[in-house]
């Protein structure tokens, strides 16, 4: 499978703290790659890097083959790279609906011309995502559960070719997160390429095609979720810790 998209010895530094410390990876079309690592080792900064909240220090970016570093989130949105937030703020005094919307008007391609044709793209990512229900409540009314589905929702509404989520199933129950897969399943169905941030190891394990591993903003390893689960510096690193 080619690579949609490719990132190249990026490095972020914060003053003197280095986040994200030279790390390189591919995430081919059609793909759902793991992203997993201790708290603090650099995941959601990776994130943030690829979809423009932040800037690298070093290194480039690059969406199907063009280099995209220096270029601002919305622009990066309207190419068709779409993400979730580990924190959920939907935007107070809207709907369910038209938070999915705001999605809808601005996304890939410049998003939709009208509002009509917003709402109508966000009750079908709304359905999409088992929310459908919701749609008239206002989101601030969502439980945790539901603030996670709103959030896959406007991201979906957006139209990505490429899916960044952040912890999407933190917090939830193990009905929830098979719940949780299945839609994100479904995303990869449709041809989004999907990368994912847990902690949930048995999930992101049976979901994942490939598993990234990050350690003090480092790479450590990359590659199938058996081989990666079993790599010794992986379980010292990280899931020693669950283990003891």
Do not use: W
């Not at 994200?20 to 079309?29: C, H, I, P």
């Not at 809207?94 to 890939?108: M, Q």
């Not at 995303?187 to 989004?192: H, K, L, P, S, W």
Request: aromatic share 4%; charged share 20%.
């Amino acid at each position: 499978m080619s690579a949609i998209l490719e990132i190249r010895n990026v490095t972020r530094r914060f003053a003197g703290l280095v986040a994200v410390n030279q790390v390189s990876f591919t995430l081919a079309e059609g793909e759902i790659l793991g992203l997993i690592g201790p708290n603090g080792a650099g995941k959601t900064t990776l994130v943030s890097l690829i979809s423009g909240t932040l800037a690298p220090t070093h290194g480039e970016i690059l969406y199907q083959g063009n280099p995209i570093g220096n270029l601002p989130a919305y622009r990066r949105a309207r190419l068709g790279i779409g993400r979730t937030f580990q924190i959920m703020r939907p935007f107070p005094g809207l709907s369910v609906l038209d938070n999915v919307a705001v999605g809808a008007l601005f996304g890939r391609g410049g998003g939709q011309p009208d509002l009509a044709q917003a709402r109508e793209q966000a009750r079908a990512c709304l359905d999409f995502v088992g929310l459908g229900r919701a749609a008239g409540q206002r989101a601030e009314a969502l439980g945790g559960p539901g603030r996670k589905r709103l959030e896959l929702a406007k991201a979906l509404a957006m139209q990505p070719r490429v899916l960044l989520c952040d912890e999407v199933m933190a917090g939830l129950n193990l009905v929830e997160i098979d719940e949780v897969i299945d839609v994100i399943r479904k995303v990869r169905a449709t041809g989004i390429s999907v990368l994912v941030i847990e902690h949930v190891i048995k999930a992101i394990k049976s979901l994942s095609n490939r598993l990234l591993v990050l350690h003090h903003g480092e790479k450590i390893a990359d590659g199938p979720p058996g081989e990666v689960l079993a790599n010794a510096e992986v379980v010292q690193a990280y899931l020693g810790r669950q283990r003891a």
